[in-house]
């Protein structure tokens, strides 16, 4: 692969952190106004279930996809998600290891959670860190402008 190749690859990967944060930021203005309580509607549930899916796939992309691209762009070879992480913070991708760290545990816990009585906590928890996943998303994007500039 040449170097314009793997740039090409970051613009998909963006591309679809972008369709997905629409999504996500959809579900957000959605659930927001509902809030946590001890009981939701049917309608609520799926609004949250929705909310929950999205915040796992912004989260997925922007460590698999997104991170793992930029690491390709700048000649980094791929290694553990924890490599990945690590080269984040080093770029100031991220503020600490801890943040990506309970993004993806939450994610986790999104992916296998059947609970009911365990939703609420996710549910809340999902709230707090979506504004964390924006500001993430938000900083992944302005870095990676010094590549795109060239490909507009």
Known sequence: MTQNDYVINLQNALSQLDNALYWLNRSY???GPI???STYTESELDNFEALTSRFARVSDILTQKVYRSIDAVEFETSGTM??????????????STDQIRTIR?????????????????????????I????????????Y?????????
């Open 82 to 95: 924890i490599d990945v992480v690590n080269r984040a913070e080093k770029r100031g991708l991220i503020d």
């Open 105 to 129: 545990d939450l994610r986790n816990s999104i992916a296998h959670e059947y609970v009911k009585e365990s939703l609420i906590e996710l549910f809340q928890d999902t709230l707090k860190l």
């Open 144 to 152: 990676c402008q010094k590549y795109l500039k060239d490909q507009q």
């Open 131 to 142: 504004p964390t996943l924006l500001k993430l998303v938000n900083y992944a994007k302005q």
């Open 35 to 37: 809030g946590i309580k």
């Open 29 to 31: 203005r959605q659930c």
